[in-house]
Structures are given as C-alpha cells and as structure tokens.
C-alpha cells in the first residue's frame, strides 16, 4: 500500500478557516480548484477537506473548539496572474497588492479572502 494517495504532493497547506464551505467556493471561483474529499463533523462543519489547484492539494477545515482560525499565507504559480488577480477579486477577495514585476523573474501580486488567509500568485516571466 502507498503511503500516501495517488496524485498528492508530500506536503500540503492545512489551513483552519471559519468558513470552509465558502473558501472552497473562492478557490473553485479564482482557481478552478477541484473539489476532493470531504468529511463533515456532525454539525454540519467541515471537519476536513481538500481541493486540487493545479499540481497540489490544499487541505483545510473549519475552525473549532480548540482549533481557532488562523491567518495564513499561500503562495500558489499560475499560467496569467493578472486573470486570476481579477478573479478573486471578482470572487470578493480584497487586494493586497496588485500584480507587478519586481526585482526576480516572476511577476506577483496578492489578494485576502474572506477567511482570511492571503494567497500570493506569482508567474514566472522569464
């Protein structure tokens, strides 16, 4: 038996949210992210779940007693920054800094959903 599944990275971000269900609306929505599983707590929360973006998986969960939310930064590489910028700004993500080239190959710009966590995209231009 494989000790992991197939098609998942060794290392995922786990990210505690105060509403699950909406972060993976915005991760559908600003990365065409691809639902994966999910396991319900009983009342209803997310007790655990994961999305596909591209070549890795994120893992999250609503927050609980004794798991409270915490802000998070990810940083994720896609094919058009500028597109998904306005996308989840579209999605209701709040701008952090438009995308610009700085001083390295990759052109990056960030934006901060509702629950919190600041997501960092970057494409590489040269």
């Known amino acids: 038996m494989a000790f992991k599944p197939q098609g998942y990275n060794a290392v995922a971000p786990y990210l505690i949210v105060g509403d699950a269900g909406a972060t993976i609306d915005f991760l559908v929505a600003t990365f065409g992210a691809?639902?994966?599983?999910?396991?319900?707590?009983?009342?209803?929360?997310?007790?655990?779940?994961?999305?596909?973006?591209?070549?890795?998986?994120?893992m999250l969960a609503d927050a609980m007693e004794g798991w409270p939310p915490v802000p998070s930064h990810v940083h994720v590489y896609v094919a058009d920054v500028d597109a998904t910028y306005a996308r989840a700004l579209r999605a209701g993500a709040?701008?952090?800094?438009?995308?610009?080239?700085?001083?390295?190959?990759?052109?990056?710009?960030?934006f901060r959903d509702a629950g919190g966590t600041t997501w960092w995209v970057g494409q590489q231009m040269a």
């Open 34 to 58: 691809t639902p994966l599983r999910m396991i319900p707590h009983e009342d209803g929360r997310l007790r655990h779940g994961e999305v596909r973006i591209d070549d890795s998986v994120v």
């Open 94 to 110: 709040t701008g952090v800094q438009a995308p610009v080239q700085q001083d390295d190959p990759d052109r990056r710009g960030g």
